[in-house]
């Protein structure tokens, strides 16, 4: 025991060098990747909120359809095709009326539902680790599992809808901002038309 002890450490001596500096590239990498985040956030939020939001809004798709989690699959799938159709609507120009109802009916009933969803989730973890579940006769595995489930839920949707919510204002502030400067522009050109009609008049005079 003492000789192949004796190999093990001869085998791998130099390795703990080996792993303090990967550990030390591994920090180095992480403190200027925060780095290079947050300039690019400073610099270019506009990009860095779109990117987020795309990868937020498509890696969790590839996890599910890979470990066959079909309720998210189903949840998500019905989620993102009426935010896109929201989305959609907002990004119009010009702009109906009816739009900004729209996208804050829709996204005020997924930030309601998210919150209360979060909450039982909370609510239910809590009382997992209180042993409440034992009561109801429910498996601290099975309770557990279902808080953790509608925590994730929760937190998922209501960040997602939030950044697509943040979103859609952004356009449509834009999008009004701009036809009101062409409404005063055109109001002003009328009103400097009608003004040089009369000014050859008061001349005649």
Known sequence: MRVEH?????????????????????IATLVVAQLLLVQWKQRHPRSYNMVTLFQMWVVP???????????F??????????????????????LVQTTPRLV??????????SYATG???????????????LLFKIKPEDAMDFGISLLFYGLYYGVLERDFAEMCAD???????????????????GAS????????TAKRR
């Open 171 to 189: 356009y449509m502030a834009s999008t009004i901002g701009r036809c009101s400067a062409s409404t005063s522009s055109a109001s002003v050109a």
């Open 6 to 26: 004796a190999r093990m450490h001869a085998k791998h001596r130099g390795h703990e060098a080996m792993h303090a500096e990967m550990v030390l590239i591994l």
């Open 61 to 71: 798709l590839y996890f599910t359809v890979k470990l066959h989690w079909w309720r």
């Open 73 to 94: 699959l189903v949840i998500w799938i019905l989620f993102s095709a009426v935010t896109a159709f929201v989305t959609f609507r907002a990004t119009r120009k010009p």
């Open 104 to 113: 804050y009916k829709w996204f005020l009933l997924i930030y309601k539902i």
């Open 193 to 200: 038309w009608e003004r040089s009609k009369r000014v050859p």
């Open 119 to 133: 909450i039982v989730g909370y609510m239910a973890v809590m009382f997992t680790l209180f042993g409440l579940n």
